[in-house]
């Protein structure tokens, strides 16, 4: 056996059989002539009613993996890694409140009093049926002695998108509807070099490339279940839409690390991005002959952005450190939300060409100490404000607060800051705890915008928690390991909010455990209980109470 060459395998499945997290909630308008149902409909705050709900979300998530390494000598290696991953989700058991003689009902008016009916849609409790399949490959070359690594790295995106069922019959519909498929593929290279003690300074250089398309098919189907059905007499060829785009960036980097004096250190640094939207296109097709209706090219668009970062760590002694640094960042956004496009129809989700990347500045002062042996502790303050922050914006029907279409914009400006604490303690060889806790508060910083979700804005953001608490206990012996970890999240919403109802932002405070057995060398068996004692919230949608995972994981 060549002592130079090393491979490893991995194989990875996890499932889940879902819980009901979402729910289906519709608003009443004025009318008559519908079933009056067995039973009064679950009412939220806001005045919609709850309809019912897609059923259990049903997911497999399979990974395959390998790798072969190559020792040059004891400094230089080359290393291959291979990743497979297929994903799948779908709906399942969906459920309705309406009842109507004792059969359920999922479609038509339904008078829920007063002169108001509600209307239910079939294609709604359906849900959607997602999959996802895709190929990463990379390359990794290291030089340890001379300090110096490139990597390249290729993700082939093979599948990647949802269906939904169109015009459905009833609720066991698995006729027609349609497919959003947007693959793409992505390349990664960079390259660093760094040179440790020219006098009082290390430093680093590199840069790196980046290079995505994003390639969207909106398709019919004859069977929404089945993303094979395509009817390839529909459309061109089966697409009645096609929309796309590619992105690229380059970026240059230079850090120096200087040592002052024995206590004092200095980092500085200095980023140089160059990002490129382009080739950004829709299309458009005639459903029955396929001729080309409408064809939208979008422009070039290229950002440049130098991000400095300095910062300085003193060590007081040889158990305490203060630390205080600044940094500037340059976040693009990701092409499906400048791109992808669901149709403006019914509250879909429309592309954005003309999204910008977000900019941030961040500070921060803090302090690690090691109180004793068994004892560290670290508390921080920082503070971050973001300029053109990206937000999911909901546009109105004129004249009413229901949704025509949704997209991604640009938006206002948030500031973020709080103070985080963190100790960890070991009592003995088996037994150790740890807790963090943070303190945080947003501000947001908009005008409004007319016909939208969007309003005047110079407060608080209660979608950020003004409260982070994580803490546990972990123990180890032999071949055993157990933890049991505690978290607590405030609400994120406005104090003077519903909460405990469907689309509440609900506090909570929940308890996990896991436990790990060496069964066998390189054989681990694990089993796993989140929120232990089931407690019920909501986080948007409803949440899953306990749950149970069991695994076997085995690598050689």
Request: glycine fraction near 10%; hydrophobic fraction near 25%; proline fraction near 3%.
């Amino acid at each position: 056996m060549n002592k130079k060459l090393s491979f490893g395998v991995g194989y990875e499945n996890r499932k889940s059989d879902g819980y009901r997290g979402y729910y289906y909630t519709g608003s009443a308008s004025k009318g008559s002539g519908g079933i009056k149902p067995d039973h009064e409909l679950p009412q939220l705050s806001n005045g919609k009613y709850v309809l019912g709900g897609r059923g259990e979300k049903v997911w497999e998530n399979e990974n395959i993996s390998a790798n072969v390494k190559y020792d040059f000598d004891e400094d230089r290696s080359l290393k291959y890694t291979f990743i497979h991953t297929e994903s799948e989700y779908r709906y399942q058991n969906p459920w309705t409140t309406i009842y109507k003689d004792g059969k359920p009902v999922f479609s038509g008016s339904v008078d829920v009093g007063n002169g108001q009916i509600v209307k239910p849609s079939i294609g709604t409790y359906l849900g959607y049926d997602g999959r996802k399949e895709s190929d990463l490959h990379t390359l990794s070359y290291n030089d340890n002695k001379n300090k110096f690594s490139a990597n390249f790295g290729y993700l082939d995106m093979k599948s990647n998108g949802y269906s939904s069922s169109s015009s459905p019959k009833s609720i066991d519909w698995n006729g027609a509807g349609t497919d959003s498929f947007y693959p793409g593929e992505t390349y990664n290279f960079d390259v660093q070099k760094a040179w440790d003690n020219v006098g009082k300074h290390s430093i680093l250089v590199g840069g790196s490339f980046k290079q995505e398309s994003f390639d969207q098919l909106r398709k019919y189907l004859s069977n929404w279940r089945d993303h094979d059905s395509v009817i390839s007499g529909l459309g061109d060829n089966g697409v009645y839409e096609n929309h796309g785009g590619k992105a690229r960036n380059i970026a240059l980097f230079v850090q120096d690390e200087y040592q002052i004096s024995d206590p004092m250190t200095m980092y500085l640094g200095v980023r140089y991005d160059h990002f490129t939207k382009m080739d950004g296109k829709s299309r458009y097709y005639d459903k029955n002959t396929g001729a080309l209706t409408r064809s939208l090219d979008y422009d070039e668009v290229s950002y440049s952005e130098f991000s400095p970062k300095i910062a300085f760590d003193y060590k007081a002694d040889e158990k305490t450190n203060y630390y205080v640094s600044y940094g500037h960042s340059f976040n693009p956004p990701p092409l499906y939300q400048v791109y992808r496009d669901g149709g403006g129809s019914m509250g879909g989700v429309v592309a954005n060409p003309d999204l910008d990347p977000e900019t941030s500045n961040t500070f921060e002062i803090g302090m690690k100490k090691k109180l004793s042996r068994q004892t560290n502790l670290g508390i921080s303050l920082y503070q971050v404000k973001t300029d053109d922050k990206i937000l999911y914006t909901t546009h109105y029907q004129p004249g009413t607060t229901t949704a025509e279409y949704k997209k991604y914009e640009n938006y206002g400006t948030e500031k973020r800051r709080g103070v985080e604490f963190t100790v960890d303690h070991k009592f003995n060889d088996n037994w150790g705890t740890y807790f963090n806790y943070a303190w945080q508060q947003g501000k947001v910083k908009q005008n409004a915008v007319a016909g939208t979700n969007l309003k005047d804005a110079d407060s608080a953001d209660y979608g950020i928690p003004k409260h982070l608490l994580h803490a546990g206990v972990n123990y180890n012996k032999d071949k055993f390991n157990a933890i049991l970890d505690c978290q607590y999240v405030s609400a994120r919403q406005a104090p003077d909010d519903v909460t405990g109802e469907y689309g509440a932002e609900d506090a909570y405070f929940i308890v996990n455990t896991a436990f790990n057995y060496e069964i066998a060398k390189d054989t681990i068996l694990q089993f796993g209980i989140n929120n232990l004692f089931d407690k019920e919230f909501y986080a948007s949608e409803a949440t899953s109470g306990r749950t149970y995972n069991v695994g076997l994981r085995y690598s050689f």
